[in-house]
Structure formats: structure tokens, C-alpha cells
């Protein structure tokens, strides 16, 4: 096995244009997918699809953040920056998953959620907040794989979940590197410097225990081949949902509750 | 490094006069005077009116002209709000270590722990209120802007776990510029440990009323604060998920000047009420008594 990347070789990786996106990877993966849209209260935010599918033959629920191939799928799914309404989707399909059963599977990959006017209007905040309230008690088991970019808050609200795996080259961030940047030193140009800082590859949230797997990536990244790198992933998935059904409902909770709980690094 | 010589002047400039504040008498309380000095004075952030800062204190710290309610330090919020004598503070010494190595984050907190005499951005613990006991945390934006890292959120997280196991209502003055960058991921996660910690208190039947104070922003506003199940706010204060200049920058547009207000949250739906500062005391106990907490009489 090579080196692992750079954060910075990360961010370039991710964001490469051929780098597949959920668009390439569900039909790879599942089979059958039926979207559900819409979040039932305002509209159906095309940053966030969801939708159920079948996976080696089992039902499951799935929840994605969309990043466009192109220009004109990026302006449709806002660049993956979420609105309130996309995270009242995930939770009205999350809360469906819980009621037939079903697990759920989130796949992250977005800048952050959408900083606007009408998403302030909205309550941005309260459906983050209220995102990660429902799915630390949903009693149905959830596995996210943060595909490319993992982007604070907007992602963390899909990803309280029972096992967290990173692509090998993707990022997961309190704030991203170029506003980290122009915090630190006033110049978002120097992003390359804050990105080191931050700590964001998947090595780094695997030895700080916040993610449990890194899914290997094809010999230069996931553009090269997105068929092995979504073989990659069933193989996670399949394994990671056959170790989480043998746990009942109340130890799925307690160790969904304790895998967060034991986050911190303090004395007293 | 350019950030550490930033902060080795900022601690240099923080260590020189203020010493360390042990006690707690609020900030601008009179002193006899020695040498003829400009009167200190509060020019509110809202409408620029400058106050005598004594006048101000005396106004509990709210703006006399436009009803700004102001910042205060988790003491003085404390003072005012509590029965006094009553407070017994949890984890007390608990200090945050420096996860990511972050250039200059320990020498931070150092200068801000000997400015501001906290250990950290917020105090909890027990207290009494027209006597009916509750669990209190207050958050104090003099330290990192209240950002909350690992001490923030364990400290939240083991108040709304006392409050359940000993089934007392929970009281949760909120300040935050949100998350503490300074700690990384492992800052980010104190958003879903903390929310897990308030759904739990809830599936448990406890009472949690979040108090939204200036400014209750970002990794805060949307984690726990949010989850109230009645949420104040005070009036006039900051609250809202992104920067101003952050969302000002995409659209390339000013913003109008209630933009993330109290009261605009109020008018799109998510506060419950807005509450002035010296209404606060009535008002919750009110909310206590008709919770069950405090005797049967609701009064």
C-alpha cells in the first residue's frame, strides 16, 4: 500500500470532476431504487435524494447528498449544500426506515449546509439539531460512508449513525480549510496550510476514533474506477449490516448513544 | 509561524494589567475612584447608542435606548438569576487538552483562563430558583466566543445526563459562536453527543428549557439549543446557523439589520417567546411550577 495522501491531495482528489458521485454509485450498488421526494412541510430539496432500494436482496432505506457531474446537475442539486427542507426529507425517510424496519444508509458528500437568507428563514440550524436528536434515538440500524466532502454540520446530520466509514480520500471537517483560513490568517489562499491543521483525512477521524472503517479507493482515487470503488463499498456495507443485525434494538441505542458519548479530550 | 507570534502578542497583551478575577461581583460595580479617567461607556452593537457604562450595568446590562439585551459573563448571569448562595458548580477543573495540536490553542486558553477566570466557555451545575432546584448551564462568550469543544460539550452532556437521572428540570443559557475549530472533528461531535444527551433527557420525560442569549450561533444553535422543549430567547440577540458575512458574501447583498434576530426567529417560528432579562426569573418559574416542579400551587 502506498502512502496515504496529504490532506491536501485529498481536496484535490475530491474534487476532481470525474470523481464519481451517489449518480454513478446507486445504481452500482443497489438495486431497484425508488426515490421518495419531497420533505412533506415546504419542498423537495434536490441537494438531498432519498429513496428505498434493495441491497443483495434485503430492503433498505437510502439517504444521499447529491454533488452534480456537470454544471447544470450541480446548479439542480445547489453544489450539495443542503436546505432545511433537504434535512426534513432525511428525516421523514429515516423515520419511515424505523417504522418498516429497514436500515438506513446515508451516503455525505457535501460542502457544508447552504448558508442563505432563505434557509436562515427556514431554520437551518433547528433541522440540523433536529436531524442529529432523531437519528441518535432511531431504532433501526444506520451506517454513513462520507464519499467525498464531509462538511461540518451539513454532514454531521447525516452521519449519527452506528458505523462511520470514510472513502480513503475523503475529508471530514468542522470548517472547511479555506474558512479555517481566512479565520486563522485572514486569506482564504492559504487553505492548503489550514487543511494540514485541521486534521480532516480519513486516517486522521480513524485515530481519533470518529470514524470506524476507511473504504479503499482504486490506485489514484476513486475516478479511476468507480466499479471497484463501489464494490469496495457494498463489501463494507454488507459486512457492517450483517454485524448490526445480531445487535437487538437497545444495544444498537446504547452503543449508537456511547460511540458519541466518549468523544472529547479533556482532564479534570 | 506567523499565528504563533499572533498569539504570543494577544497573550502578552492579556497578561499585562487585568491579573486573575476570583470572585464575582459584576463587572462595573462602583468603586471608589482615584485618578481622574474618561468614565467607561457601552456603545450597543444594535444602535450605537453609547450608555455610561454604569447606567448600563445598572439596566441589567440591556441597552436603555433600543432594549438590546446585552452580553454578560456566566457570573453575573448567575448573580441575577439564581437564589443566591445556592449555586454548586459540576466538573469545575475540567480542562480541555489540545487534540489536533493546533498551533497556539493552549497558550489561548492559558491567557483566557488568567482574563476571564474561567477554565472554559461554560459553567453547570445545580442552584435553586424561588426555590425549586434545577440543573443550570450557562455558557460565557467572554471565553473563545463560547465556541464548544470537548470541555463545552461534555459539561452539557453531563448536565442533561443529572438532570435526568435525578429528574430535575434542566435551564441552559446559550451563547456560542458554534463549534471550536481549534479542536478539529472532535469539536464537531460534541453537536451529535450533545443532541443525543438532550434526546435522551427527553425520551425520559425530563423538562429542558434552552435560553437563547447574544449570540447563539452556528455548531450550537444547530445541536442542542435548538432542542428546547420551550426556547427563550432574549431580545434582540444574535441567533441564526450561518454568518452574516458569510451569507452576505454569496449574495452579495446587505442584509437588513434584524436579519438572525430574536425577533425574526420568532416571526419564522422557532423561539417560543422573547423574554426580557429581568422577566426571566418569573418567567421560568413559572414554567417550572407548571411542570410540576416547585409544589402543586401554579401560580
Same mark, same amino acid.
Given at each position: 500500500?502506498?502512502?496515504?495522501?496529504?490532506?491536501?491531495?485529498?481536496?484535490?482528489?475530491?474534487?476532481?470532476?470525474?470523481?464519481?458521485t451517489v449518480e454513478t454509485y446507486i445504481?452500482?450498488?443497489?438495486?431497484?431504487?425508488?426515490?421518495?421526494?419531497?420533505?412533506?412541510? +415546504?419542498?423537495?430539496?434536490?441537494?438531498?435524494?432519498?429513496?428505498?432500494?434493495?441491497?443483495?436482496?434485503?430492503?433498505?432505506?437510502?439517504?444521499?447528498?447529491?454533488?452534480?457531474?456537470?454544471?447544470?446537475?450541480?446548479?439542480?442539486?445547489?453544489?450539495?449544500?443542503?436546505?432545511?427542507?433537504?434535512?426534513?426529507?432525511?428525516?421523514?425517510?429515516?423515520?419511515?426506515?424505523?417504522?418498516?424496519?429497514?436500515?438506513?444508509?446515508?451516503?455525505?458528500?457535501?460542502?457544508?449546509?447552504?448558508?442563505?437568507?432563505?434557509?436562515?428563514?427556514?431554520?437551518?440550524?433547528?433541522?440540523?439539531?433536529?436531524?442529529?436528536?432523531? +437519528?441518535?434515538?432511531?431504532?433501526?440500524?444506520?451506517?454513513?460512508?462520507?464519499?467525498?466532502?464531509?462538511?461540518?454540520?451539513?454532514?454531521?446530520?447525516?452521519?449519527?449513525?452506528?458505523?462511520?466509514?470514510?472513502?480513503?480520500?475523503?475529508?471530514?471537517?468542522?470548517?472547511?480549510?479555506?474558512?479555517?483560513?481566512?479565520?486563522?490568517?485572514?486569506?482564504?489562499?492559504?487553505?492548503?496550510?489550514?487543511?494540514?491543521?485541521?486534521?480532516?483525512?480519513?486516517?486522521?477521524?480513524?485515530?481519533?476514533?470518529?470514524?470506524?472503517?476507511?473504504?479503499?479507493?482504486?490506485v489514484g482515487g476513486a475516478q479511476n474506477?468507480?466499479?471497484?470503488?463501489?464494490?469496495?463499498?457494498?463489501?463494507?456495507?454488507?459486512?457492517?449490516? /450483517?454485524? /448490526?443485525?445480531?445487535?437487538?434494538?437497545?444495544?444498537?441505542?446504547?452503543?449508537?448513544?456511547?460511540?458519541?458519548?466518549?468523544?472529547?479530550?479533556?482532564?479534570? | 509561524?506567523?499565528?504563533?507570534?499572533?498569539?504570543?502578542?494577544?497573550?502578552?497583551?492579556?497578561?499585562?494589567?487585568?491579573?486573575?478575577?476570583?470572585?464575582?461581583?459584576?463587572?462595573?460595580?462602583?468603586?471608589?475612584?482615584?485618578?481622574?479617567?474618561?468614565?467607561?461607556?457601552?456603545? !450597543?452593537?444594535? !444602535?450605537?447608542?453609547?450608555?455610561?457604562?454604569?447606567?448600563?450595568?445598572?439596566?441589567?446590562?440591556?441597552?436603555?435606548?433600543?432594549?438590546?439585551?446585552?452580553?454578560?459573563?456566566?457570573?453575573e448571569r448567575l448573580n441575577i438569576f439564581?437564589?443566591?448562595?445556592?449555586?454548586? $458548580?459540576?466538573?469545575?477543573?475540567?480542562?480541555?487538552?489540545?487534540?489536533?495540536?493546533?498551533?497556539?490553542?493552549?497558550?489561548?486558553?492559558?491567557?483566557?483562563?488568567?482574563?476571564?477566570?474561567?477554565?472554559?466557555?461554560?459553567?453547570?451545575?445545580?442552584?435553586?430558583?424561588?426555590?425549586?432546584?434545577?440543573?443550570?448551564?450557562?455558557?460565557?462568550?467572554?471565553?473563545?466566543?463560547?465556541?464548544?469543544?470537548?470541555?463545552?460539550?461534555?459539561?452539557?452532556?453531563?448536565?442533561?445526563?443529572?438532570?435526568?437521572?435525578?429528574?430535575?428540570?434542566?435551564?441552559?443559557?446559550?451563547?456560542?459562536?458554534?463549534?471550536?475549530?481549534?479542536?478539529?472533528?472532535?469539536?464537531?461531535?460534541?453537536?451529535?453527543?450533545?443532541?443525543?444527551?438532550?434526546?435522551?433527557?427527553?425520551?425520559?420525560?425530563?423538562?429542558?428549557?434552552?435560553?437563547?442569549?447574544?449570540?447563539?450561533?452556528?455548531?450550537?444553535?444547530?445541536?442542542?439549543?435548538?432542542?428546547?422543549?420551550?426556547?427563550?430567547?432574549?431580545?434582540?440577540?444574535?441567533?441564526?446557523?450561518?454568518?452574516?458575512?458569510?451569507? $452576505?458574501?454569496?449574495?452579495?447583498?446587505?442584509?437588513?439589520?434584524?436579519?438572525?434576530?430574536?425577533?425574526?426567529?420568532?416571526?419564522?417560528?422557532?423561539?417560543?417567546?422573547?423574554?426580557?432579562?429581568?422577566?426571566?426569573?418569573?418567567?421560568?418559574?413559572?414554567?417550572?411550577?407548571?411542570?410540576?416542579?416547585?409544589?402543586?400551587?401554579?401560580?
Amino acid at each position: 500500500m502506498p502512502d496515504k495522501n496529504t490532506a491536501w491531495e485529498c481536496l484535490q482528489l475530491i474534487r476532481n470532476k470525474n470523481r464519481p458521485t451517489v449518480e454513478t454509485y446507486i445504481p452500482l450498488i443497489f438495486d431497484e431504487f425508488i426515490e421518495l421526494h419531497g420533505d412533506r412541510h +415546504f419542498g423537495d430539496d434536490k441537494a438531498i435524494r432519498g429513496g428505498i432500494a434493495s441491497f443483495e436482496g434485503a430492503p433498505v432505506t437510502v439517504i444521499c447528498q447529491v454533488k452534480g457531474r456537470n454544471l447544470q446537475e450541480n446548479k439542480t442539486a445547489n453544489f450539495a449544500m443542503p436546505h432545511p427542507e433537504g434535512y426534513r426529507k432525511a428525516m421523514r425517510l429515516a423515520a419511515q426506515a424505523e417504522k418498516f424496519r429497514r436500515p438506513v444508509i446515508c451516503f455525505v458528500d457535501t460542502p457544508g449546509a447552504f448558508c442563505g437568507v432563505d434557509a436562515e428563514k427556514r431554520g437551518q440550524g433547528e433541522a440540523i439539531a433536529q436531524s442529529l436528536y432523531l +437519528f441518535s434515538k432511531l431504532k433501526t440500524p444506520v451506517i454513513t460512508v462520507i464519499l467525498g466532502e464531509g462538511g461540518s454540520g451539513g454532514a454531521l446530520a447525516l452521519a449519527v449513525c452506528d458505523r462511520l466509514a470514510m472513502l480513503e480520500n475523503a475529508v471530514y471537517s468542522v470548517i472547511s480549510p479555506r474558512g479555517a483560513a481566512s479565520i486563522l490568517w485572514k486569506d482564504a489562499a492559504k487553505e492548503k496550510d489550514a487543511a494540514e491543521v485541521l486534521k480532516i483525512t480519513a486516517t486522521d477521524c480513524k485515530n481519533f476514533g470518529i470514524i470506524e472503517s476507511i473504504i479503499d479507493e482504486p490506485v489514484g482515487g476513486a475516478q479511476n474506477s468507480a466499479e471497484e470503488t463501489s464494490e469496495n463499498i457494498s463489501a463494507f456495507l454488507s459486512g457492517t449490516l /450483517l454485524e /448490526l443485525g445480531k445487535l437487538s434494538v437497545d444495544e444498537l441505542l446504547r452503543e449508537r448513544y456511547n460511540k458519541f458519548r466518549k468523544i472529547g479530550v479533556y482532564i479534570e | 509561524m506567523a499565528l504563533e507570534n499572533l498569539f504570543s502578542l494577544v497573550k502578552e497583551r492579556w497578561k499585562s494589567p487585568a491579573g486573575t478575577v476570583t470572585t464575582e461581583p459584576p463587572v462595573e460595580n462602583e468603586k471608589p475612584v482615584d485618578k481622574p479617567k474618561p468614565s467607561p461607556t457601552f456603545k !450597543c452593537p444594535r !444602535c450605537m447608542q453609547v450608555t455610561p457604562a454604569e447606567v448600563y450595568a445598572d439596566n441589567l446590562k440591556v441597552c436603555p435606548a433600543c432594549n438590546y439585551h446585552g452580553r454578560m459573563s456566566a457570573k453575573e448571569r448567575l448573580n441575577i438569576f439564581v437564589d443566591g448562595g445556592t449555586f454548586s $458548580e459540576f466538573d469545575k477543573d475540567m480542562r480541555s487538552l489540545n487534540p489536533i495540536d493546533f498551533p497556539g490553542y493552549d497558550e489561548k486558553m492559558g491567557a483566557l483562563r488568567e482574563k476571564t477566570g474561567l477554565v472554559d466557555a461554560i459553567i453547570t451545575g445545580t442552584a435553586s430558583i424561588h426555590s425549586i432546584p434545577f440543573v443550570i448551564g450557562i455558557m460565557d462568550s467572554n471565553f473563545m466566543m463560547a465556541s464548544m469543544g470537548s470541555v463545552v460539550g461534555e459539561k452539557i452532556t453531563r448536565a442533561f445526563e443529572y438532570a435526568e437521572t435525578h429528574k430535575l428540570p434542566l435551564v441552559m443559557f446559550t451563547a456560542s459562536g458554534g463549534a471550536r475549530m481549534q479542536e478539529g472533528i472532535i469539536s464537531l461531535m460534541q453537536m451529535a453527543k450533545t443532541s443525543a444527551a438532550a434526546a435522551r433527557l427527553s425520551e425520559a420525560g425530563g423538562l429542558f428549557i434552552s435560553v437563547l442569549t447574544d449570540p447563539t450561533t452556528g455548531g450550537v444553535e444547530a445541536s442542542f439549543a435548538s432542542l428546547g422543549d420551550i426556547i427563550i430567547a432574549e431580545p434582540k440577540v444574535l441567533i441564526g446557523f450561518a454568518g452574516r458575512r458569510v451569507i $452576505e458574501g454569496t449574495i452579495k447583498q446587505h442584509l437588513p439589520e434584524d436579519f438572525q434576530s430574536a425577533e425574526f426567529q420568532l416571526e419564522h417560528g422557532f423561539v417560543d417567546m422573547i423574554t426580557e432579562r429581568k422577566a426571566l426569573r418569573r418567567t421560568i418559574r413559572h414554567i417550572l411550577r407548571l411542570h410540576g416542579f416547585g409544589g402543586d400551587k401554579i401560580a
